[in-house]
């Protein structure tokens, strides 16, 4: 594009959606669960993006991946477990340790049944779903879009602490069938409780949290306005994360939440604090995100092809860029289309390409020699708008397009930096 400055970004701006088991995000939102997340672009299917972890599976498709992090809070869920199991079984010496590790991937076993069941429900309402990653606090399902109606996003929302309830009653009536005095038996109610406790959490009536989500779309259903459910659970949830953050500490310390309070001692005081700040800064930072979200799905419509489209001229192959630009001047366009001698067109002339010529030089340089050949994931629709213009340049990555009218003329030349600088004016906007 003429004037512009040269090497403007190669992707588009994604919006993806994510559920989090936890405690994501747009058209991505995440969720929180202690141990889910759904959040919400194109990369390759053979590796994740940044900060991925190690890729375990593809169940229906679908990546699933291990983060980093996930290590760390295995070792922790094997001591404390450990300890515990010391008290319970003291005869099993430090064989203890290797069944807290066995507790610890039963756990989080459990977790990815919870963000399966997000998936599957995805899937089922044609909602792409780029990956599941299993990390820190929980896991995250990264839905591309969000749901179409209040009915499917309940229901998506609904089905992981509905997954994690049946798995808590399957474990309990496991722990009928042994005696709770040997090691399958402690497995058992262990995991029983953890499950419990996920599906608890995760109902909890604020975003990112599944139970956000079902607020939302109960409040969606109500008014008929998507961005009124999540401003609505997004408050919610900020709420939430101060009673957690006040709440927390206080409950364990008056042992309301089953520990003997003289057992309680320095430590333990300090690191349920840290949890009770970790856990309200997951649950805060997912609420802000989901109201970014949902601000940016409400302007979205306003990004229109045809609206963003530099004007552009036909040019030849051996045209001179000097001649070229001072048609482009002339016609008042910012961007030079190559054709052949039928008119049709073949190339863009980059407008980096063009920014690298010294003035002095351009009489003697061919606009063919600056320009990009052009594929069919570099022609768009003059018509495309929102979600499915960005979804095209998030499948097409370069730094200018064609855009055409639906007839094929030639219409303009759409750069990814103006489709940028749009995006965040949509997220600067305030909401309506």
Request: no cysteine; charged share 20%; aromatic share 6%.
């Amino acid at each position: 594009m003429i004037g512009a400055s040269p090497g403007a970004p190669h992707t588009a701006p994604r919006t993806t959606r994510t559920h989090t088991n936890r405690t994501r995000t747009p058209s991505t939102e995440r969720r929180t669960d202690v141990a889910d997340t759904d959040q919400t672009g194109g990369r390759d299917k053979r590796r994740s993006g940044p900060g991925g972890g190690l890729l375990m599976g593809r169940p229906f498709g679908v990546p699933v991946y291990v983060s980093p992090s996930w290590f760390l809070v295995a070792a922790l869920i094997t001591w404390v477990f450990g300890d515990q199991l010391d008290r319970v079984l003291p005869d099993l010496g430090p064989v203890r340790y290797l069944v807290s590790l066995f507790f610890a991937v039963a756990f989080y076993a459990s977790v990815l049944v919870h963000e399966l069941a997000h998936t599957v429900a995805a899937l089922r309402f044609k909602l792409p779903v780029r990956r599941i990653q299993l990390q820190f606090f929980g896991g995250v399902s990264e839905i591309e879009k969000e749901s179409e109606t209040p009915g499917r996003e309940f229901v998506l929302a609904f089905v992981g602490p509905l997954l994690s309830l049946l798995l808590a009653g399957g474990f309990y009536l496991g722990m009928k069938a042994v005696d709770p005095a040997t090691v399958p038996g402690v497995l058992l109610a262990g995991l029983m409780i953890s499950n419990l406790l996920v599906a608890a959490f995760n109902l909890l009536p604020g975003l990112p949290l599944d139970g956000g989500r079902m607020l939302r779309a109960v409040i969606w259903g109500i008014t008929g306005k998507p961005m009124a459910g999540t401003v609505a659970a997004a408050w919610v949830g900020r709420a939430l994360a101060v009673a957690v953050l006040l709440g927390l500490p206080l409950l364990t310390h008056t042992g309301l939440l089953g520990n003997r309070t003289e057992e309680t001692g320095g430590m333990d005081t300090v690191m349920d604090a840290l949890l009770a700040a970790i856990l309200a800064a997951i649950i805060w930072t997912g609420a802000g995100n989901s109201l970014r979200m949902a601000r940016l799905r409400e302007h979205l419509p306003e990004l229109r092809a045809r609206s963003l489209t530099r004007r552009a001229i036909p040019v030849e192959n051996a045209t001179p860029l000097s001649e070229a630009l001072r048609r482009a001047n002339e016609a008042g366009a910012r961007a030079l289309v190559v054709v052949d001698g039928h008119g049709d067109p073949t190339a863009i002339v980059r407008e980096s390409a063009i920014a690298s010529v010294p003035e002095h030089r351009r009489p003697w340089v061919a606009v063919s020699t600056l320009a990009q050949d052009l594929t069919d994931g570099m022609k768009v629709s003059a018509e495309l708008t929102g979600e499915e213009l960005l979804d095209h340049l998030r499948a097409n990555p370069a730094t200018e397009y064609l855009v055409l009218e639906p007839g094929g003329a030639i219409y303009g030349v759409l750069s990814t930096l103006d489709v940028e600088k749009a995006f965040v004016k949509a997220m600067a906007r305030p909401q309506s």
